[in-house]
């Protein structure tokens, strides 16, 4: 093939491809690679083809192929990324994104999705470590503790994530090693409302009544906002109600508050004067 009839392959696929005509475009860049392994513009815009075609296997062995022959362009690095990314790869979408930066600072596309990836690794290697602890076995209060937090925080980072499905079995396996567990504190008259309010979520816990508990500590937090204890039976009441973003965002709370909290204790408030 001439340099002249490979101009014209490409143009022609170049323009199929922007008319997203890309079994016309995916049959000339095909035929161009075939011709001329190292034209790396060919089998990028293959790549590009490919994953327009919902195909990321062979976008990637496309994608890489045009890493290989010119491995300083950066926008092959950011199209390998986003092709090692749909196939779940998120360790080498990373590292891809972070070469086409190398390569370009101001690539804005393989900043953001650099972005969307750490955070989509972040969130799965918690999941992994929570779902670990969850069904270890014989696993101790501490490592059912540490496992909700981990699928919390999974969850958090990542809406989407699939330790929400797992969430339910460990709140369920941390209540029922739930003690009471007593907390001595002056009561002033300005807080019996507050004391008042705790009670009849911890007594509504005591008979499954969620929603009843649920609205007293809701009631509790409108006199006080800081106890992490409120927040942590909030949690596993929202959890018991289906209600899974409002249980997350409350255990999330409690870690905030206290970020060595137990979760197995259920508290209830003593008065000391």
């Known amino acids: 093939m001439t340099n002249l009839e490979s101009d014209d392959r490409m143009a ?32 990028s815009r293959l790549g590009v083809c490919y994953l327009e075609t919902q195909r990321p296997t062979e976008a990637v062995e496309a994608l890489s192929r045009a890493v290989q022959v010119a ?8 199209l390998l990324g986003n092709a090692s990314g749909s196939l779940g790869q998120l360790d080498r979408a990373a590292a891809c994104y972070r070469r086409a930066l190398d390569l370009d600072p101001r690539h804005a596309k393989a900043e953001e999705f650099l972005m969307k990836v750490e955070s989509l690794i972040e969130s799965r290697d918690h999941y992994r470590t929570g779902l670990g602890l969850l069904y270890s076995k014989n696993p101790s209060p501490e490592d059912l503790t540490r496992s909700l937090r981990e699928l919390v925080l999974s969850v958090a980072i990542f809406e989407n994530s699939p330790a929400r499905d797992n969430l339910p079995e460990a709140t369920r396996r941390l209540r029922d090693l739930q003690r009471e567990t007593p ?7 300005e807080l019996q409302p507050w004391m008042a ?8 816990i005591q008979f499954k009544n969620w929603l009843g508990a649920q609205a007293a500590y809701q009631e509790a937090l409108t006199y006080r906002v800081g106890d992490a204890f409120v927040h942590l039976a ?38 000391i004067n």
């Not at 907390?183 to 008259?189: D, H, S, Y």
């Not at 949690?235 to 973003?245: K, S």
Request: proline share 5%; hydrophobic share 45%.
């Open 71 to 78: 491995p300083e362009d950066p926008e092959s690095h950011y």
């Open 234 to 271: 909030l949690g596993f009441c929202f959890m018991e109600l289906g209600e899974i973003d409002n249980a997350v965002r409350a255990l999330l709370r409690t870690m905030e508050l206290d970020p060595h909290c137990d979760f197995t204790h259920l508290a209830r408030v003593q008065r």
């Open 183 to 189: 907390l001595a504190m002056e009561v002033t008259p």
């Open 12 to 43: 022609r696929a170049l323009e199929a491809l922007g008319q997203a005509d890309f079994p016309e475009a995916i049959n000339l860049l095909e035929g161009l690679v075939v011709e001329d392994a190292a034209n790396a513009r060919a089998w």
């Open 197 to 204: 309010a705790c009670e009849r979520g911890f007594q509504c």
